[in-house]
C-alpha cells in the first residue's frame, strides 16, 4: 500500500518496466519498426489493493503508448489483467488474493484466450487497450468492482431499487434490546461470516474466533477489506488497523459492542456536560441577565458545600478488647451522657 511503500520498492518495480521501456522507445526512434508492444497491466488503469508501485510503473507505459502516437510512431500498451498460468511474479499469491481479485469481477485468462486477446489488440492499432477477463455478473451488482468497470454492465432496475445503504442505525437498535452476553454474540457472528467472505471461506465454521487475525491469514489488504465491509454493516468509521489493534474477532466483536452501544455516562459525568452546556449558554448572555444565574450557582454551591463531610463508619470494637478510657469515650459520644451522670 502507499502508506508503507518504501524507495527501493517503488524504484525496484519502475526500473524493470519505465526504464527498460523508455530505453526501448529511444533505441527505436529513429528506426522503422512495424509493431512496438508494451505490456502493461490492468492495475495502471483501474488500480488494485496493494500495487501502488507497479500501477504507476505500468501508467508510464501506457503514457508512453500516448507519447509515441503524438510522434506519429507506432505503439500499443496492453493492460493485462491477471493470467491463470503462475508465473514468477503471480507466483505467490494465495487462494485468499485470488478469491479477492474475483470479488471485483476480474477473472484469470487462460493461455490460448490470451494469445487470441493479443493477436486482436495489436491488430486494432489502438494506443491503449485493456485485454482482461471480467465476471460480467459481478460487474451488474457493482458493490465490489472497480468504479471504471460499472459502466460495462447495465444494472437492473430492480437490483437497484432493493439497495439499502447502511444498516448501523438498525444494528444498533436492535442491540440496545439485547443483555450484554447476546449483544456480543450477535456482533461476533456478523465478524465472522465478513471475515469468511473475506477470506474465501464459503461459511464461518471453519474459523476460530479466538485465533489471530495474522494467524487466519489476514495481511494489510484484507485487513482493509474487513474494515471496509464492517463499516457498512455498522455505519461506523473504522480505522484500517482494526483488526491488528483488536488482533481476534472476539476482541473485535467487543470493541465493536461498545461503539455502538456506549454504557451510559455516569452521575458525575453527566454533571459535568450539563456545566459545560452551562457555560456556553452564559458566554452568550449578557452580564445584566447574568447576574441572578450568578447569584442562584453561589447559592446551591454554598448549599452543597455547607454539608457536612460523609463520616467513615469505625469497625466495630469488642467491649473485652477495649480500654477503661474506651468504654467512657462511647458512652460520651455514642450514649449522649457523660460518665459523671451515671
Known amino acids: 500500500t502507499i502508506t508503507t511503500l518504501t524507495t527501493e520498492q517503488l524504484h525496484t518495480v519502475l526500473r524493470n518496466k519505465a526504464d527498460t521501456a523508455w530505453h526501448l522507445h529511444q533505441l527505436t526512434t529513429h528506426h522503422h519498426v512495424?509493431?512496438?508492444?508494451?505490456?502493461?497491466?490492468?492495475?495502471?488503469?483501474?488500480?488494485?489493493?496493494?500495487?501502488?508501485?507497479?500501477?504507476?510503473?505500468?501508467?508510464?507505459?501506457?503514457?508512453?503508448?500516448h507519447h509515441r502516437h503524438q510522434h506519429h510512431q507506432p505503439a500499443t500498451s496492453l493492460a493485462w489483467g491477471l493470467w491463470a498460468a503462475r508465473s514468477a511474479m503471480t507466483g505467490q499469491l494465495e487462494e485468499v488474493d485470488l478469491a479477492r481479485m474475483a470479488r471485483t469481477g476480474i477473472l484469470p485468462i487462460e493461455d490460448e484466450r490470451?494469445?487470441?486477446?493479443?493477436?486482436?489488440?495489436?491488430?486494432?492499432?489502438?494506443?491503449?487497450?485493456?485485454?482482461?477477463?471480467?465476471?460480467?455478473?459481478?460487474?451488474?451488482?457493482?458493490?465490489?468492482?472497480?468504479?471504471?468497470?460499472?459502466?460495462?454492465?447495465?444494472?437492473?432496475?430492480?437490483?437497484?431499487?432493493?439497495?439499502?445503504?447502511?444498516?448501523?442505525?438498525?444494528?444498533a437498535q436492535r442491540l440496545s434490546g439485547m443483555a450484554p452476553a447476546e449483544q456480543t454474540t450477535?456482533?461476533?457472528?456478523?465478524?465472522?461470516?465478513?471475515?469468511?467472505?473475506?477470506?474465501?471461506?464459503?461459511?464461518?465454521?471453519?474459523?476460530?474466533?479466538?485465533?489471530?487475525?495474522?494467524?487466519l491469514g489476514f495481511d494489510s489488504?484484507?485487513?482493509?477489506?474487513?474494515?471496509?465491509?464492517?463499516?457498512?454493516?455498522?455505519?461506523?468509521?473504522?480505522?484500517a488497523t482494526m483488526a491488528f489493534d483488536h488482533p481476534t474477532p472476539i476482541a473485535l466483536s467487543e470493541?465493536?459492542?461498545?461503539?455502538?452501544?456506549?454504557?451510559?455516562?455516569?452521575p458525575r459525568e453527566r454533571l459535568r456536560g450539563q456545566l459545560d452546556e452551562l457555560e456556553t449558554t452564559l458566554a452568550m448572555m449578557e452580564r445584566d441577565d447574568m447576574a441572578e444565574i450568578a447569584a442562584r450557582l453561589r447559592t446551591i454551591?454554598?448549599?452543597?458545600?455547607?454539608?457536612?463531610?460523609?463520616?467513615v463508619e469505625e469497625p466495630p470494637v469488642s467491649i473485652a478488647?477495649?480500654?477503661l478510657s474506651e468504654v467512657f469515650d462511647f458512652i460520651d459520644n455514642r450514649l449522649g451522657r457523660s460518665v459523671s451522670e451515671g
Not at 470493541?255 to 455516569?266: A, C, F, G, I, T
Not at 448549599?303 to 463520616?311: E, G, M, N, V
Open 221 to 239: 489488504l484484507t485487513a482493509v477489506e474487513l474494515r471496509n465491509r464492517l463499516g457498512v454493516t455498522t455505519g461506523l468509521q473504522l480505522a
Open 114 to 171: 490470451g494469445l487470441r486477446i493479443f493477436d486482436a489488440a495489436v491488430d486494432t492499432q489502438l494506443r491503449h487497450v485493456v485485454a482482461a477477463e471480467f465476471d460480467t455478473a459481478v460487474l451488474a451488482r457493482g458493490d465490489r468492482s472497480p468504479a471504471m468497470l460499472r459502466g460495462l454492465v447495465r444494472e437492473p432496475v430492480r437490483r437497484r431499487a432493493r439497495a439499502v445503504p447502511s444498516s448501523g442505525p438498525a444494528l
Open 186 to 215: 450477535h456482533l461476533l457472528t456478523i465478524v465472522m461470516a465478513n471475515i469468511a467472505a473475506v477470506l474465501g471461506h464459503s461459511d464461518a465454521a471453519s474459523i476460530d474466533p479466538a485465533r489471530p487475525f495474522r494467524d
Open 255 to 266: 470493541y465493536l459492542r461498545e461503539l455502538l452501544v456506549p454504557p451510559p455516562p455516569s
Open 34 to 65: 512495424g509493431r512496438f508492444v508494451l505490456y502493461s497491466s490492468l492495475a495502471a488503469t483501474v488500480g488494485n489493493a496493494g500495487q501502488a508501485n507497479y500501477a504507476a510503473a505500468n501508467a508510464f507505459l501506457d503514457a508512453l503508448a
Open 301 to 311: 454551591a454554598a448549599r452543597f458545600l455547607a454539608r457536612p463531610p460523609a463520616t
Open 321 to 323: 478488647d477495649a480500654s
